[in-house]
Nanobody, 115 residues
Framework: QVQFVESGGGLVQPGGSLRLSCAAS????????MGWYRQAPGKQRELVAT???????NYANFVKGRFTISRDNAKNTVSLQMNSLQPEDTAVYYC?????????WGQGTQVTVSS
C-alpha cells in the first residue's frame, strides 16, 4: 500500500505562485515516473508534468514554461513550482506515481486562482 502526503495548495491571486510537494511512502515496486495531474470541475483529469527516473521532464502544453517539476528519487518526493498562475489553473492537483504495478494517486490538493 502506498501513502501520499501532499501539500502546498491554496488560494492565490492571478500572477501569483505556489509550490506543491508530494512525498510517497510504503511498498512501491519499480517506479517509472512521478508527477502531477489536475482535474477542474466538469473536466477530465489531465497531465500537468511528470519526471522519469532519469530526470526527463514532460510538461503539458498549457504549462508554457510557467511550471517546473523536480524530483528526489531516493526520497520518493516530487514537487511542482507553479508561477504566473491564472484562473484557468484552478483545479485539484493530484500527485501520481507510475510504476510496474500501475498508477498510484494522492488524495489531491486544491489550487484556486482568483482575485
Amino acid at each position: 500500500q502506498v501513502q501520499f502526503v501532499e501539500s502546498g495548495g491554496g488560494l492565490v491571486q492571478p500572477g501569483g505562485s505556489l509550490r506543491l510537494s508530494c512525498a510517497a511512502s510504503g511498498t512501491i515496486y519499480s517506479i517509472y515516473a512521478m508527477g502531477w495531474y489536475r482535474q477542474a470541475p466538469g473536466k477530465q483529469r489531465e497531465l500537468v508534468a511528470t519526471m522519469s527516473n532519469e530526470g526527463r521532464a514532460n510538461y503539458a502544453n498549457f504549462v508554457k514554461g510557467r511550471f517546473t517539476i523536480s524530483r528526489d528519487n531516493a526520497k520518493n518526493t516530487v514537487s511542482l513550482q507553479m508561477n504566473s498562475l491564472q484562473p484557468e489553473d484552478t483545479a485539484v492537483y493530484y500527485c501520481n506515481i507510475n510504476g510496474y504495478m500501475g498508477d498510484y494517486w494522492g488524495q489531491g490538493t486544491q489550487v484556486t486562482v482568483s482575485s
